[in-house]
């Protein structure tokens, strides 16, 4: 047998994810954004560029593609934020600030867990062309808007943390280095000695309890913000909190990529482990120019991860507003004579919009309920000699086990008429 890739997986119920998509879709609709769709893969120089050469993404995880005609080295997408802002700069879009979603698969070559997948979905909201501290806060409470009043998300709680700009992150860089003596660097495990020297601010990503614990008296961004920074970052605070919006300062979140400044942010859940992020974003100033753009374009974004959203939602499915299925017709032809009167029932049936099934395979009338059965049928249309001679359909209500002979010409009518009653 040939299994499926190892980090991959298939999705054989579509209820859930189509649920979280049209819920998505409905919700940034009353935001304006715009639904868009780029490549699933680029240009390799796009993310090595964007994400920062020392990143974990880039470093090891990301897909190269043999291109079998061209010199570019070419990448399956890890994320979609650096695609997007291609798009906006390839495009020429005039227009800002501009407000777009996409959906779709990304891959990263990680170690397969809870919630974490080599071919996993994201959506990614992004709004490009806006430097003000209101669109921070207008994408954050629509997430949060999001999670609790449309998903009903009860476990999840907002992380928030203030980069400064460019010149605060230098200096903050130095009083980080400043701060890593050489014992305590000593102390540190592999993964972070080498971020010290090539990353520096990915040690505070760091999962290890001896890390952490050392990293707790490391300064504060906050400590090291400009004069401009301080106020944007106590203007954020006050919004969310005038929006009703509860969040934890978590002062030494950086986010993994090196394109983020200013506004950084994770919503987190308790019921996802230790990878407890699920959506998570920030402000990047400089990318649009760093990808080819004539000028900066200050921008915000982020991104939620379909699968990890997924986990959360199936621990509350019975209270989801889950869309119905439709009533399910079955239609039964009792000898191969029949089938092409079953073939003509069909059809009608479908083309006044009914979900209709037909048992083309046959079998006996026992067999064939027992199928229906199975397929939680709503209604067993049985057609044998009497019935085809006859012109009429023998139609079954599977939940209450009644039967009528009904005339082929008033069949939709007899349906109409058994579904409101």
């Known amino acids: 047998m040939i299994t499926r890739v190892k980090g991959t997986q298939d999705f054989l119920d579509l209820t859930l994810f189509n649920f979280l998509l049209a819920t998505v879709k409905a919700h940034v609709s ?81 170690r397969p867990q809870k919630g974490r997948f080599r071919q996993f979905h994201q959506v990614s909201f992004e709004v490009i062309g806006s430097a003000s501290v209101a669109q921070d806060v207008e994408l954050i409470v629509m997430l949060d808007r999001l999670f609790h009043e449309r998903l009903l998300l009860t476990d999840v709680a907002l992380l928030i943390n203030y980069l400064g700009c460019q010149a605060d992150r230098v200096a903050y860089e130095d009083a980080v280095r400043a701060f890593l003596t050489p014992d305590k660097v000593a102390r540190v495990c592999s993964t972070c000695s080498e971020r010290v020297q090539k990353n520096l601010l990915r040690i505070f990503d760091c999962k290890t309890p001896t890390c952490q614990e050392l990293y707790a008296t490391a300064p504060c961004t906050a400590d090291t913000l400009c004069g401009t920074c301080s106020k944007e970052w106590q ?26 400044s200013k506004t950084v942010f994770e919503f987190v859940s308790g019921g996802l482990g230790a990878q407890n992020a699920f959506c998570a974003g920030g402000r990047y100033d400089q990318l649009v120019k760093q990808v080819g753009g004539k000028q900066d374009e200050p921008s915000v974004g982020a991104a939620l991860g379909i699968e990890r959203v997924l986990l959360l939602l199936d621990g509350i499915r019975d209270r989801l507003p889950l869309p119905v299925k439709p009533a399910l017709h079955v239609v039964m032809p009792m000898s191969e004579a ?9 059809d009608e049936l479908v083309a006044h919009g009914l979900t209709t099934h037909l048992m083309a395979e ?29 012109n009429q359909v023998m139609l079954k209500d599977m939940n209450s086990g009644t039967e009528q002979r009904v005339a082929q010409s008033a069949l939709i009518e007899a349906l109409q008429a058994m579904s409101k009653g």
């Open 30 to 110: 009353t935001y304006d954004y715009t639904q868009i769709e780029t490549p699933l893969f680029e240009q390799t120089q796009l993310f090595t560029r964007s994400l920062g050469e020392y990143t974990d993404v880039v470093k090891k995880e990301m897909f190269s593609v043999m291109m079998r005609d061209e010199q570019d080295q070419v990448c399956l997408r890890p994320e979609a934020t650096a695609s997007i802002v291609r798009a906006f700069v390839e495009n020429g879009v005039q227009q800002t600030p501009w407000k777009v979603f996409t959906y779709g698969p990304m891959f990263r070559y990680e």
């Open 338 to 346: 029949q089938v092409p009167l079953a073939l003509m029932v069909s």
């Open 362 to 390: 046959g079998g006996s009338l026992k067999a064939m309920m027992r199928r229906a059965n199975k397929m939680s049928a709503a209604y067993a249309l049985i057609i044998g000699d009497d019935e085809q001679q006859a």
């Open 235 to 260: 203007q954020l605070q006050e919004w969310l909190e005038m929006l009703s919006v509860s969040y934890v300062y978590k002062p030494r979140l950086v986010r993994g990529l090196d394109y983020y």
